[in-house]
T-cell receptor, first 113, second 114 residues
Framework: AQSVAQPEDQVNVAEGNPLTVKCTYS??????LFWYVQYPNRGLQFLLK??????LVKGSYGFEAEFNKSQTSFHLKKPSALVSDSALYFC???????????FGAGTRLTVKP | DADVTQTPRNRITKTGKRIMLECSQT?????MYWYRQDPGLGLRLIYY???????NKGEISDGYSVSRQAQAKFSLSLESAIPNQTALYFC?????????????FGPGTRLTVT
């Protein structure tokens, strides 16, 4: 079965600095990869996805993610962090059959003014 | 989130009680899912349904059951609640007609079993 690892429980960055939230995955065949964000007392919101094509994927709120097949990674990035980006971020993977999606444990991003 | 609603939003119940969590969606999606979220564990799939007649167990289905009453409604039941079922529960939907299968989540139900 597919799986996802988010090696950092917590990421702290200063406002205006670039941020990276890491994700590695394991799946049979080609992956479908996703990033979701969760704000307090809210459900998960879709940020971006990789299905095929360009390895650099752009999504909502200025976020982007880079798919690296050789390293089986899909790191989330943003060039300049905002305090309002502070939230819990989840990476997820599904295989091409698409029967279910597996989520990572989540990374809490804190952006300080 | 308004397209996927969950009731109740918060519930405190006692060990051994039966409880039902309800999910409704107006997105017209065929696929619906139930997850639980625990700190440090992320989201884990309990059950999923690809249409009214198709119900499948997920990663952690023991102690839970589901009912797909209609395309728009998917309920999760705890037949005899236990304290380790205390968690945040999310319903989600997806549209198989697209090519990407991203999921859309409800606001969650916080369940506490005492």
């Amino acid at each position: 079965a597919q799986s996802v690892a988010q090696p950092e429980d917590q990421v702290n960055v200063a406002e205006g600095n670039p941020l990276t939230v890491k994700c590695t995955y394991s799946v049979s065949g080609n992956p479908y990869l996703f990033w979701y964000v969760q704000y307090p007392n809210r459900g998960l919101q879709f940020l971006l996805k990789y299905i095929t094509g360009d390895n650099l994927v752009k999504g909502s709120y200025g976020f982007e993610a880079e798919f690296n097949k050789s390293q089986t990674s899909f790191h989330l990035k943003k060039p300049s962090a905002l305090v309002s980006d502070s939230a819990l971020y989840f990476c997820a993977v599904r295989d091409m059959e698409g029967n279910d999606m597996r989520f990572g444990a989540g990374t809490r991003l804190t952006v300080k003014p | 989130d308004a397209d996927v609603t969950q009731t109740p939003r918060n519930r405190i119940t006692k060990t051994g009680k039966r409880i039902m969590l309800e999910c409704s969606q107006t997105k017209g999606h065929d696929r619906m899912y139930w997850y639980r979220q625990d700190p440090g564990l992320g989201l884990r799939l309990i059950y999923y349904s690809f249409d009214v007649k198709d119900i499948n167990k997920g990663e952690i289905s023991d102690g839970y059951s589901v009912s797909r009453q209609a395309q728009a409604k998917f309920s999760l039941s705890l037949e005899s609640a236990i304290p380790n079922q205390t968690a945040l529960y999310f319903c989600a939907t997806s549209d198989p007609g697209g090519s990407s299968y991203e999921q859309y989540f409800g606001p969650g139900t916080r369940l506490t079993v005492t």
